[in-house]
């Protein structure tokens, strides 16, 4: 992870060389416009642990950091109640992720929805060439059956011009998307087609919240589920997350 990396690598050097500031907003955007995340700040503020502020990146990264911006962690913060750890951190980057998600337009994304009103949905970052991604579509229609809907968004493994790539611009530019969603991942060969999609920019959204294989699944609330689920249990899931 780019975070962690340039963290691990410059974080004990600017103890001397970055100056103190009165406010400590100041003094962290300092020390954090020095290490070049690459990662805008969505907020700084105090954390529940005394002394110590975190900072809200976009796409739900979560640091903690000393009131001068001089010393800071990644990692995840707990709170202990009646004797159980609640992950503090955890829940904070699952209500950033759920905030870039419900913002992805439904006409943008490839939707089976079951015959009644859903009881939950799930939002999938999928590559038509993804073995298991082609395990779970077909398990579509059982989800479907137990009351979650599935939002496909694009998420091409092997990047932009690549044959998943491809693929997935050929499905949302055809006029029955579902349809065009069944053929490609029953390893069809989907005919070309080009018209303005947002299949580059959702890639570049998973890459944003951290995602880095496929299937990736994006619960109602934010928490992310690397990684192929069977039917009954991710439904589940998707149930207690809603």
Not at 24 to 50: F, H, V, W, Y
């Amino acid at each position: 992870m780019r975070v962690t990396r340039l963290i691990a690598g410059l974080a004990l050097g600017l103890a001397s060389t970055i100056s103190l500031a009165d406010d400590p907003d100041q003094a962290i955007r300092k020390t954090l416009d020095a290490l070049e995340l690459g990662l805008p700040i969505e907020s700084i503020g105090e954390s529940p642990m005394n002394g110590i502020y975190q900072v809200q990146l976009k796409g739900g990264r979560m640091l903690y950091t000393s009131a001068d911006g001089q010393y800071l962690m990644q990692g995840y913060l707990y709170h202990v109640q009646n004797g159980k750890p609640v992950n503090l951190t955890e829940q904070a980057e699952s209500r950033s992720i759920a905030k870039e998600i419900n913002a992805i337009p439904a006409s943008e994304m490839v939707v089976f929805s079951p015959k009644e009103p859903a009881k939950a949905h799930i939002t999938v970052f999928t590559d038509t060439d993804c073995g298991y991604c082609q395990k779970l579509h077909s398990e579509v229609p059982e989800l479907n059956r137990r009351g979650i809907e599935v939002r496909y968004v694009a998420f091409p493994r092997q990047g932009i011009g690549s044959h998943g790539y491809n693929s997935l611009v050929s499905v949302w530019c055809s006029k029955d998307r579902q349809e065009a969603m069944n053929k490609a991942k029953s390893r069809e060969e989907l005919p070309a087609a080009k018209c303005d999609n947002p299949v580059a920019k959702q890639f570049e959204l998973g890459q944003l919240i951290g995602v880095n294989g496929t299937p990736a699944i994006v619960l109602g609330n934010g928490q992310m589920i690397p990684g192929y689920q069977p039917a009954p249990q991710l439904a589940k899931l998707a149930l207690e997350a809603k």
